[in-house]
Structure formats: C-alpha cells, structure tokens
C-alpha cells in the first residue's frame, strides 16, 4: 500500500475504535454484491459496466455528474459559461482538490484526460463522445476553455459518463490495477476473484461520506447471490440476479427490495456485416421470431418492460415501436423463404454470464428454432464476450444490454461491433448533436428510434429492471441508475 492508503486505513480504523469505545450501535462499513468483476479499474479504457459500479463518483469524478435521479450537476466544475454559439466552454474547477496520491488536481489535469479521451489512438470505448472536441485550453490553473468544431446539446451529459472522469497524467501507468483519482474513497484492495476494498479519502474536497470503508464482493452464481444475502453475508446486492427470489425477500423484514429503472436496453445484438444477417429480410424475421413477453417473464419473471427499439421508455422522446417487430412466427418463416432459407439455417448465439443474458438466450434459441433458426449457444466469460464480441466483432448473435445513458448514437458509429453503417443514422446524429432546441431534438431522437427500429437492426427485447436487494438499515442506495453507479457517497446506515 501506498502512504496515502495506509492514511486512509488509519484513520477509518482510528474513527471505528472511537465508535466502539462510546458505545455507539450505527455501522461505518458495507458489503455489496456485484454479479460481475471488473476486468480492471480505468473507466477510461473499457466498456464494462461493472467497472463503473465500483469507480463512478467513488474513485473517479468527472466534471459534471448524473445523480440517482438522472440530472447532470457540478462535479469537478464548480460552474460553466457557454458561448453564444453553443461552441465553447469555459469551466471553473473547483479549488483545492487532490489526487489521491497528494497531487494538485487543476487544469492542466483537465486538458490531460480530455485530449487523451480524443486522441486519434484513444482507447476509450466512448471516444465519440469526444469527437467534437476541437482544442482544451488552459486559461488558468482553476479555468479551462474547451472549444468545439459545432454546438453539442448533449455535451454537458457526455462529461457525466465514467468514460469522462478526470485522471492524473503522474499515475495513469497502473490506473487499470492501481487507480489514483479525486474521488471521497480510494483504492485499497482488490483480491482478485472475490472483492475489491474502497477507504473513506480523509483529505476529500467535497462532504465526507458516511461509510468509512465499502467492499464490493463478487457472486455470479443467482443461487449463491440469494444464499449470500439470505445469511446476511452482505449488506447490498446490486442488480440481484435471482428475480424469482424477490418475493421473499418482500416477506422478510431484514430487508428492502429496490425495484427502478435503468437505462439498459436488453437486445438480440446481431452482427449486420456477417451472412446472412447483412440481408434486412433475415433481420427482420428473427425480430418477429421473437416473443419479447415470454423472455421477460422466463428470464426476469415478469420484470422489464418491453422495448421496440434502443431507447429507455422512461425517457419523455422514447417512441413505441413493439408493434413494429410483434412476435408473429409465420412471417418470420415466409421472411426467412423469401430470402431464400426456406430450410433455415445455423448459426451462434454467444452469452456472457448476467443472468438476463443466459436464462435470456435460451428461451430466444428455442423461439428460433420454432423458425428454422438453429442456434449453437456459446456461454463466454465476460473477459471473452469483451475481447471476442465486442473488439474483435467475431459473433453472429449475442443477448447483452447496454447499460449507457442514452447511447443511441453507437447506430450512427459503423464500426461499433454491430457493424451498421448507415448513412442516414450518421446524418441524423450529426443534426441532433448540432440541434439544442428540446422540442426539435426530441423530434430527432423519434425519427433516429424509427430508423433503427425500421431497419431491423437488433432484435429489441426489453429494458432491463434495477432489482437491488438491500438490509432493512441501509439509506440512500439509487433505485434507478441513469448510470452504472453504486453512489458509496450517499449511502449511510440508520441507527
């Protein structure tokens, strides 16, 4: 550990001493279950929810934030003035903020992180989020002016995303295994398979949270995630993987069921450059083979609302477009005959290990089957799925969701791993980006979801339900995630 952690470490068994000896009941600590490891610690650099789970907020901070009701705040930037023309920004940070490692956070910090997120040899799995991004000036050491190439109605909401956090260019060597940021906890332990241990910053610019230390601990099995919370060996179950459990957990007084939303969009991912999926015919018939209510109610037991398209229903522009890919399986079969596989056909169907995706990808390969369809399931580990699906696009069909705030725009990105390259999707993210009026970007965002909807680009399924499973005595857990997050600086115990 570094002299900073065992600071950190110190001072929260210091204060849990201190309690103990007064006799005071109310707990400093938690343990929270994720289903999913991360595959390391840079936000900056990967695509995986479960790395935001751990660092957003908690770790690492950006300049703007999502709170647990989906509006964007002040993070690092205490304020912000706008250009007339909507093209340049100038941010006032915060003053006094640290690293982790002592190191003054100001704005050269700022130009760092945002021109490494652009660069044309950027790892960051949202770099499009930064495309726009013409020049980072540092006015002065608490001012940066960020200038770009068009007005972005969205740019505010794209420095909230964990792919947008703000990283020390002194320690960006090891931020995957060794991540140093400004956040209210820093990095203390990660056992590899099992936990990762986060301690209370004792040197926090911003309030001191009410937990002094949190451990986040991995359990991908449902059955092993209902015995865990059952024991109490947990505190908090995130996404709890075991729907069909809910119910008792309703019963029992011990605990409080969470049920919200989140802003994953559960889809049959099909990739639209590899035969015979580059044919809208055979896209279109697996859409209707699909029978989205007897997914959601094998696979989530009757949780998650049906979508027809990539766009969160609980946002005011969200269209339903179910009625355009409904499950009828006869046209599916005349679809599929017309494209010449009266016979069908064989494919793969890969599933990373969320529950939803492989209790999901059973019942989508038995309705397929129902038209011909005949899918291989693969189950891949979630470092596989990364690698083989998502980088190197090696897949036929996948059940994932995607869990980022209103990322629509990956339909305007022809070399995202589901390779649909369409002009027409291009052109309308480039007006809406460029568009700030509400009315006219919710006009927008309508014709881009009947686009994608209308050429059949994914099956859609649903959106996927926020279910957390937490002891009666824990407040201020989300109950929806606008984003990956488990916010550790608004949880606290009650006495």
Do not use: C
Not at 237 to 257: G, I, M, S, W, Y
């Amino acid at each position: 550990m570094t002299n900073q952690m065992l600071k950190s470490l110190a001072s929260a068994l210091a204060l849990g001493a201190s309690v103990f000896a007064t006799g005071a009941l109310a707990k400093s600590d938690i343990t929270i279950a994720m289903q999913l490891e991360p595959p390391h610690l840079d936000p900056t650099s990967a695509a995986a929810q479960a790395i935001d789970s751990v660092v957003y907020t908690n770790i690492f901070e950006g300049l703007t934030r999502f709170m647990g009701d989906g509006s964007v705040v002040p993070g690092l930037a205490e304020s912000w003035e706008i250009s007339e023309d909507g093209t340049v920004y100038t941010f006032k940070l915060h003053d006094g903020v640290t690293f982790h490692d002592g190191t003054t956070m100001d704005a050269e910090d700022v130009k760092f992180s945002l021109d490494r997120a652009s660069a044309e040899d950027s790892a960051n799995a949202q770099k499009a989020l930064f495309e726009g991004i013409e020049s980072v000036e540092v006015v002065d050491p608490l001012t940066v002016k960020v200038t770009l190439s068009e007005p972005n109605g969205n740019f505010l909401f794209n420095l909230a995303w964990g792919d947008a956090v703000i990283v020390s260019s002194d320690s960006i060597e090891n931020i995957k295994t060794n991540p140093v940021g400004t956040g209210a906890f820093t990095f203390g332990n990660w056992v590899q398979g099992d936990s990762i241990t986060l301690i209370r910053n004792p040197d926090y610019w911003g309030d001191q949270p009410a937990l002094e230390a949190a451990t986040f601990k991995f359990i991908s099995d449902p059955t092993a995630a209902f015995a865990a919370m059952m024991a109490e060996d947990v505190d908090v179950f995130d996404n709890f993987p075991a729907p069909e459990n809910l119910a008792q957990f309703e019963a029992d007084p011990r605990f409080q069921v969470l049920v919200g939303s989140t802003e994953g969009e559960t889809i049959l991912s099909t990739n639209n450059k590899k035969p015979p999926f580059d044919d809208i015919r055979v896209r279109q018939a697996l859409a209707h083979a699909i029978d989205r209510q007897a997914i959601i109610d094998g696979a989530m037991f009757g949780y998650g609302t049906p979508i027809g398209t990539h766009f969160a229903p609980h946002n005011p522009a969200y269209v339903d477009l179910t009625g355009t890919s409904a499950h009828d399986p006869e046209k599916a079969a005349k679809l599929l005959a017309d494209a010449g596989y009266e016979e069908g056909f064989e494919t793969t169907l890969h599933l990373p290990p969320p529950s939803y995706a492989r209790r999901g990808g059973e019942i989508i390969a038995a309705q397929l089957a129902e038209v011909g369809i005949t899918a291989e399931i693969i189950n891949v580990e979630w470092a596989q799925w990364l690698e083989s699906v998502f980088k190197g696009k090696d897949y036929d069909l996948t059940v994932i969701s995607h869990t980022e705030p209103m990322d629509i725009g990956i339909y305007a990105r022809p070399d995202y791993y589901f390779q649909y390259d369409s002009l027409d999707a291009q052109t309308l993210m480039e007006t809406l980006n460029a568009t700030t009026d509400p009315e006219e970007r919710k006009k927008l965002l309508g014709d881009m979801q009947r686009l994608i909807s209308n050429d059949f680009v994914n099956g859609y399924l649903f959106q996927l339900p926020k279910l957390g499973i937490a002891k009666a005595g824990v407040q201020g857990l989300w109950q929806n995630a606008p984003t990956a997050a488990v916010d550790l600086t608004q949880i606290s115990w009650s006495e």
